[in-house]
Structures are given as structure tokens and as C-alpha cells.
């Protein structure tokens, strides 16, 4: 966790398991030091950053061996937020046919104890601001447990209503605002100035372009800079912004540039590989 102002920040990227982020033999430092496994990314990028935005969960609920060994894999105070099953936004649509499997999910949640950071509801963008999906939008609000924080991603535009925010914030759920091309800035950037909550989750996107992720290819300062100042002037006394490799090509390099614009330490993955080199 880092703070400035009366804010604390958890910045971190989408996932950690890419082999394009393992510096190559006899090349410059990519992010992960020479020779990495995949077994060992997660604790070497914990050393990077405090927090991570996992992906797989949004395929299924994970199995209590696999929550132990991230647990193990990194430090006390590193926090881990989770998608929600894609079968409980997506198939589902949040609807009642989802409760037990997100009961189920919420159990396994748990397990991260102190660990866990928020739990991302990402609905998909055919789920439009209709009269039904808005009911289900309601109910599924009403059974969130309070012990455990969440943020809700909308995709399609027609969400972004006093309604939602209304509702958002009368149960303390953020609004995730996303940098994303599905979505105009316009309405994303008027957004911000309607959330309430004492959570903040924002989520750096980008378009599926890209064949590797070895090195940011595509520089978007200005977005990433306009950004900066929309986070810290977000309600939210408590922050967790998540990037993602497309984003602009390298997801630790824009999560550290971001850092840095907030006047927050980074870790230069120049020393990650120097303290590797020492074992």
C-alpha cells in the first residue's frame, strides 16, 4: 500500500503469468529476471508491486490449494482482487440461477483472509440497462456480503445513469471506471464525479491488438496523465488501479509510469534481476 494525501493507493497489473515479461539471455531487463519459471513470476512480481488483479477466477472458482500457494507466494501485506466467474455475469446474467455459485465463490474469497482486496462483478457489453437486467443488477446487489468489498464494471454506455450511481452508492459498491474503447471517455470521465463510495477501481484497457508484451509499443502519456488526475480527485479514500498489458504493450512499465505520476515509489525491474543474479 502506498499513500499520498489522505489516499492509499494499490496500483498493480492484470495477471502476472507472462513469459513475454521474462528478460531473454543477453537482452536488455524486460521485467522478470533471466530463467523465471512460471511457478516463481508471482512472488518475484510481489516484490514489484502490493497488489494483482487475478483473471483465472473469471473461468471458475479457484481451489483452495491454488489460493494457499498464492497466498504463500507473497507478502503480508499483498492484496489480491478477483473477478467474478464469468458464468455468474455472463451466462447468468446475474440472475437468481447464479446465487449458488456466487455463494460458493464468496466462500472461497474468504480464504484470502487479509489478502483480499475487492471482488470485480465485469458484466459484458450486451448486458444493456434494461428493465429486467436492472432488476437483477438490484437483487444481486442486495446479496453481497458485508464483509467483503466489491466494484462493478458496466460496459455498455446506457449504465452510466443516475440509477446506477444511486444504487451504487447507497451499497458502498464502487463503479469500476475503465480506460477502454468500448466505452467514451465522456461518459467514464462524468462518471467519476458521481461515486460516493469509499472504494475506488479503475482499470486500464486496451485494444487486443498486440502479438507480444515485451516492451511498451504504443505510448499513451497524455490519457495515463489525464487519468492520474481523475484518481486523485476520485470521492474514494481508498484506491486499487489495475492495468493491462494492451494498454499500451507492457503492463509494470505503465503501472510504474503511473506510480511515478503520483508521486509514488516504483521498482525498477533493473533491481529485480540484480537481486536474482545474487542467488
Known sequence: MTETGNKQFH?????????????????DTIFYPRGTRPPDMLSIYAEGFDTIEVDSTAYGTPARSTVDRWINSTPDDFLFSLKLPSSITHQFSLGP??????????????????????????????????????????????????????????????????????????????LALVAGKWIPAESVIAAFAKTRTSLGYVRFMGIRDL?????????????????????????????????????????????????????????????LDAQASLF
Open 97 to 174: 440461477q447464479a446465487f449458488a455459485q456466487f455463494d460458493e465463490f464468496v466462500e472461497a474469497a474468504r480464504w484470502f483472509g487479509g489478502k483480499l482486496g475487492v471482488v470485480l462483478i465485469q458484466l459484458p457489453a450486451v448486458f444493456e440497462a434494461t428493465k429486467e437486467n436492472g432488476q437483477n443488477v438490484r437483487d444481486f446487489l442486495s446479496r453481497l456480503p458485508d464483509d467483503l468489498r466489491f466494484a462493478i464494471e458496466f460496459r455498455h454506455p446506457g449504465w452510466f445513469v443516475e440509477w446506477t450511481f444511486d444504487e451504487l452508492n447507497e451499497r458502498g459498491v464502487a
Open 211 to 271: 502479438p507480444s508484451f515485451e516492451r511498451v509499443c504504443r505510448v499513451r502519456t497524455p490519457e495515463l496523465e489525464t487519468w492520474a488526475s481523475i484518481i486523485t480527485t476520485l470521492a474514494a479514500t481508498e484506491v486499487f488501479v489495475y492495468v493491462d498489458n494492451y494498454f499500451e504493450g507492457h503492463a509494470p512499465a505503465t503501472a510504474n509510469r503511473l506510480k511515478q505520476m503520483l508521486s509514488l515509489p516504483a521498482v525498477d525491474p533493473v533491481r
Open 11 to 27: 496500483i498493480g497489473c492484470q495477471s502476472w503469468q507472462y513469459d513475454d515479461w521474462v528478460t531473454k539471455s543477453g537482452g
